[in-house]
């Protein structure tokens, strides 16, 4: 266990207790405590989670929607309790419009693949941000080329920020969607989502959120967002791998064409002709991640038990402490400094590889990830090939930005 320093004793919010629900946070790594600064990439999970996972494949398990059993009754009231949880949890509508995927990357290939082909046609435009994951580009540009849509592109500032203005030149009477990430996973920008919602729906355009960092690091409620489709990932939310949502207004998921065909999915079927079950069923089609499913839910029951607003000052506390140690540390240069951002900092360090940093940061115990994060355009733009990232949860502690400080230095004798 890290050592705690002052300002991690006697703060409002108890970090060392949460710390204490995470298993792995106490174990070593090359004989060194470990200090996990890759959440962004993938978070850890809480033994509530792990408990309920281990309880529902041993106790409670059998397929949904499927048996007239005790079990698969249980087993299906608790998958679909986990669709009521993450419904509450984004105040969607209604629990129809809450479509559980593998992650968020599969959420946005069913939008691309469903609503996509069915509305969007040749000369359509679709406006994506210089920022964006390869989840929400690569999607857009199979769209592009079975459709002939144009893809447009949004530019973001140098310190990471987004001029509302500019972004207001890139949508026009032809764009047909606005793609965006709520949060970068690079620079930690938070995007203006709402002015990027109220220009969407101006020009008659639909507008997707890939919330997959900023379900994590903003109160997210999809009604006041004014969006249309909302995806995240569960792994990213101390739930299991395996398991997303896709979140659309119901009026579009009776619109779009299913994306699988399968079970569970249809009204009726005949060689002749199927029919479909109503959302979120109709896109839900096979045996879907039931126990993933159930681990969500609970990754939210924790978090529900959590004062939210408490996580956010201390997230927001780990950035500012994280960037001024940071930029004190000679020959290391901040990528992504944007007013308002959530607890990412990328940053190369003059001279090292990142990658070769993150190996020597390792041998000290500092899990950070080097390369491009699924963002080369965005790697380009900012004239680099690669960064290092340090992403911060709510179980990070200051003695933890001390220790990757330190790893720092040491590694700069090691790679200078
Ligand atoms: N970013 C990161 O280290 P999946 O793989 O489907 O769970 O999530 C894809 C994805 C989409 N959008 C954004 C903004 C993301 O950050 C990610 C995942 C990880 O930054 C892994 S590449």
Redesign the pocket.
Known sequence: MNKMTKSDKGAAYDVMKVRADFPILAREVHGKPLVYLDS??SAQKPQQVIDAISRAYGHEYANVHRGAYYLSETATAAYEAAREKVRRFINAPSLKEVVFTK????AINLVAATWGRTFVKAGDEIVITSVE?H??IVPWQLLRDATGCVLRIAAVARDGSIDIEEFAKVIGPKTKLVAV?HV??VLGTVLPVREIAALSHEAGAKLLL?G??GIVHEYVDVQDLDCDFYAF?G??LYGPTGI?VLWAREALLEAMPPYQGGGDMIDSVTFAKTTWAPPPAKFEAGTPPIVQAIGLGVAIDYLNTLDRAAVAAHESALLRYAMTSLAQVPGIRLIGTAPGKAAVQSFVMEGAHPHDLATVLDRSGVCV?AGH??AQPLMEILGVTATTRASFALYNTMAEVDALIAALRKAQEVLL
């Open positions: 962004a990439a992650g968020a990357t599969e994951h989840s929400n990430a970068s996973n890939d997959c960092q990932s792994h990213k997303g990830r994060h699924c």
